[in-house]
């Protein structure tokens, strides 16, 4: 079992910050990366292949966002629990969570792998690409419980502080999928050249090897946690009572932000494809920017949870307030690269000298979200990690699900500025996502410190 305890210098705060988010962020780059991988290999196949993938990420996201909640759920829970060194309320949680996220990732899984072909046909107006977005989206669906057990059991492990067990997971899902991605999108070595569906091959084969890999590391070297017992463990009552007040608020706020991102994709897909597929390559910057605020969210989680379950309520305050100094030196220093790069970065994806001019204007508003992004993860992470799960749910409903759409239609539909709408509806919505996310995150700070 690993020490609570918590280090009291500013350096060692930093230290535990970066023991714990480099890990995680380094996961998170991986993950984009692949995801970039897989768009260049795509791009071969032409603009269309791109577009008819990128347009099955929201449908999918809005399906993982329920196992993404019982991460978080399950990162906050094991977290406090391990800084009351109490393994068996960590395990009651974990394992609940664990059994509730195959039972439902097999239902939902069955059912949208059945209805593909419907789905996709609302998420992608574009006629030539819908019958490829068709097909990769059913093979993900039939496959999604070793995607989400994964994400699970990785949540598990980064609430109890395990990020570098996360990282060799993901290291390997990222190999499996690159390698045969290039057997069979192609056609090498003999494969078959399946295109569209060799993608979605590779990416199911990376999934299961990395749920493989994290079951086995879980395992073997958590030391605090166990998948033994994990079927036939009693449910208690109060944990499940506790498990739908936390996990089932994260699962509203994460649903609600996947269905504004949906509406916006909808939006962006009533455009033509050459200029989705430079906005879909764009917003790779983004999720760049996204992973990196994912690992400071893995630090703030883990550490606040933990000082909270130890009832070390200063502590809390000085990791956030670090965390946020560490997310703005890295948002600014990505920026920078983003804007300096972009000519570089876009040229891996077109040949057109138009596309790549387009790619880098829009590198501004990317350079611009990025700061917005990762300051507003960090905060509602530590609302979270101080038991907080409300505030976020209302934000993200306000602010993704009716400003950024609303936003977005208005500036498209009403006020034809076409992609350049969707740009400024997400810098609105996430300019307010942010502002509320400083406010909230201070009065629960104040809480917290509250005599």
């Given at each position: 079992?690993?020490?609570?305890?918590?280090?009291?210098?500013?350096?060692?705060?930093?230290?535990?910050?970066?023991?714990i988010?480099?890990?995680?962020?380094i996961?998170?780059i991986?993950?984009?990366?692949?995801?970039?991988?897989d768009?260049?290999?795509?791009?071969?196949?032409?603009?269309?292949?791109?577009?008819?993938?990128?347009?099955?990420?929201?449908?999918?996201?809005?399906?993982?966002?329920?196992?993404?909640?019982?991460?978080?759920a399950?990162?906050?829970?094991?977290?406090?629990?391990?800084?009351?060194?109490?393994?068996?309320?960590?395990?009651?949680?974990?394992?609940?969570?664990f059994r509730?996220?195959?039972?439902?990732?097999?239902?939902?899984?069955?059912?949208?792998?059945?209805l593909?072909?419907p789905?996709?046909?609302?998420?992608?107006r574009?006629?030539?690409?819908?019958g490829?977005?068709?097909?990769?989206?059913?093979?993900i669906?039939?496959f999604?419980?070793?995607?989400?057990?994964?994400?699970?059991?990785?949540?598990?492990?980064?609430g109890?502080g395990?990020?570098?067990?996360?990282?060799?997971?993901?290291?390997?899902?990222?190999?499996v999928?690159?390698?045969?991605n290039?057997?069979?999108?192609?056609?090498?070595?003999?494969?078959?050249?399946l295109?569209?569906v060799?993608?979605?091959l590779?990416?199911?084969?990376?999934?299961?090897?990395?749920?493989?890999?994290?079951?086995?590391?879980?395992?073997?070297?958590?030391?605090?946690?166990?998948?033994?017992?994990?079927?036939?463990r009693?449910?208690?009552?109060?944990?499940?009572?506790?498990?739908?007040e936390?996990?089932?608020?994260?699962?509203?706020?994460?649903?609600?932000?996947r269905?504004?991102?949906?509406l916006?994709?909808?939006?962006?897909?009533?455009?033509?494809?050459?200029?989705?597929?430079?906005?879909?390559?764009t917003?790779?910057?983004?999720?760049?920017?996204?992973s990196?605020?994912?690992g400071?969210?893995?630090?703030?989680?883990?550490?606040?949870?933990?000082?909270?379950?130890?009832?070390?309520?200063?502590?809390?305050?000085?990791?956030?307030?670090?965390?946020r100094?560490?997310g703005?030196?890295?948002?600014?220093a990505?920026?920078?690269?983003?804007?300096?790069?972009?000519?570089?970065?876009?040229?891996?994806?077109?040949q057109?000298?138009?596309?790549?001019?387009?790619g880098?204007s829009?590198?501004?508003?990317?350079?611009?979200?990025?700061?917005?992004?990762?300051?507003?993860?960090?905060n509602?992470?530590?609302?979270r990690?101080?038991?907080?799960?409300?505030?976020?749910?209302?934000?993200?409903?306000?602010?993704?699900l009716?400003?950024?759409?609303a936003?977005?239609?208005?500036?498209?539909?009403?006020?034809?500025w076409g992609?350049?709408?969707?740009w400024?509806?997400?810098?609105?919505?996430?300019?307010?996502?942010f502002?509320?996310?400083?406010?909230?995150?201070h009065?629960?700070?104040?809480?917290?410190?509250?005599p």
């Amino acid at each position: 079992m690993e020490s609570s305890a918590q280090p009291t210098s500013t350096s060692a705060k930093l230290k535990r910050i970066a023991a714990i988010g480099v890990p995680a962020v380094i996961e998170s780059i991986i993950s984009v990366v692949i995801g970039s991988i897989d768009t260049k290999m795509i791009s071969g196949l032409g603009k269309g292949a791109v577009s008819a993938v990128s347009f099955t990420s929201q449908p999918k996201l809005i399906i993982l966002s329920v196992f993404y909640a019982m991460g978080t759920a399950v990162s906050v829970f094991v977290a406090q629990a391990l800084g009351r060194k109490d393994s068996d309320e960590a395990n009651a949680y974990f394992q609940t969570i664990f059994r509730l996220t195959v039972i439902l990732s097999l239902i939902l899984g069955i059912a949208c792998g059945l209805l593909a072909g419907p789905i996709m046909s609302i998420c992608n107006r574009q006629p030539d690409t819908v019958g490829m977005s068709v097909s990769f989206f059913r093979i993900i669906m039939f496959f999604l419980v070793f995607n989400t057990v994964s994400i699970v059991l990785n949540a598990a492990l980064r609430g109890i502080g395990k990020t570098s067990l996360t990282l060799i997971s993901s290291i390997a899902m990222g190999a499996v999928d690159i390698f045969v991605n290039y057997l069979l999108i192609e056609g090498h070595c003999g494969f078959p050249k399946l295109g569209v569906v060799g993608d979605a091959l590779g990416t199911v084969s990376g999934m299961v090897a990395a749920c493989v890999i994290s079951i086995v590391l879980l395992s073997r070297h958590s030391g605090f946690l166990t998948l033994k017992g994990v079927f036939t463990r009693k449910s208690d009552p109060q944990v499940m009572t506790n498990v739908r007040e936390k996990a089932g608020n994260t699962v509203i706020e994460n649903l609600f932000t996947r269905i504004g991102f949906l509406l916006s994709s909808i939006i962006v897909s009533g455009l033509s494809s050459d200029v989705t597929a430079v906005y879909s390559v764009t917003m790779i910057l983004l999720n760049y920017s996204f992973s990196f605020g994912e690992g400071m969210q893995a630090s703030v989680v883990s550490l606040t949870g933990q000082c909270m379950g130890a009832k070390q309520y200063r502590e809390v305050k000085d990791y956030v307030r670090l965390a946020r100094v560490v997310g703005v030196v890295l948002s600014l220093a990505l920026s920078a690269i983003y804007i300096l790069g972009a000519r570089g970065f876009f040229s891996e994806f077109f040949q057109d000298e138009e596309a790549i001019a387009q790619g880098i204007s829009y590198t501004y508003v990317a350079a611009a979200l990025t700061l917005l992004q990762i300051i507003r993860i960090i905060n509602v992470a530590a609302m979270r990690g101080m038991g907080d799960v409300k505030s976020p749910r209302n934000m993200a409903t306000l602010c993704v699900l009716i400003i950024s759409p609303a936003v977005a239609f208005t500036l498209t539909s009403v006020i034809p500025w076409g992609v350049w709408g969707i740009w400024a509806a997400s810098l609105t919505s996430q300019l307010c996502w942010f502002v509320m996310s400083c406010i909230k995150a201070h009065q629960c700070m104040q809480r917290v410190l509250a005599p």
